[in-house]
Nanobody, 123 residues
Framework: QVQLGESGGGLVQAGASLRLSCAASGRTFSSFSIGWFRQAPGTEREFVAA????????YNSGSVKGRFTISRDNAKNTVALQMNSLKPEDTAVYYCAASLYGGGRNDADYRYWGPGTQVTVSS
């Protein structure tokens, strides 16, 4: 089992950057794929990016590729989401989620979820 907690959200102007962090408990962190999802009011949860337990990363190419970068530090049990050139449409609650030896673009692939952190981008 793993427990997750997000940090780094806030209110920024369009064009600014934020770095979100997902901290995880547990001794087998490297065995988990970690995904970032976001949900704006009145919308469905949307896949943002994931870094896989086996190596490699995937992105929502339509909305964030080229602006967001995901990375992990297994020694610190953390995954970061660097968000650059933020746009008002990036405003949402951002969640990290963990999948043991799995992961992908579908939120159903992830069993463990953090409580979320709010990101608000003003125009």
């Amino acid at each position: 089992q793993v427990q997750l907690g997000e940090s780094g959200g806030g209110l920024v102007q369009a064009g600014a950057s934020l770095r979100l962090s997902c901290a995880a408990s547990g001794r087998t962190f490297s065995s988990f794929s970690i995904g970032w999802f976001r949900q704006a009011p009145g919308t469905e949860r949307e896949f943002v990016a994931a870094i896989l337990w086996s190596g490699g990363s995937i992105y929502n190419s339509g909305s964030v590729k080229g602006r967001f970068t995901i990375s992990r530090d297994n020694a610190k049990n953390t995954v970061a989401l660097q968000m650059n050139s933020l746009k008002p449409e990036d405003t949402a609650v951002y969640y990290c989620a963990a999948s043991l030896y799995g992961g992908g673009r579908n939120d159903a692939d992830y069993r463990y979820w953090g409580p979320g952190t709010q990101v608000t981008v003003s125009s």
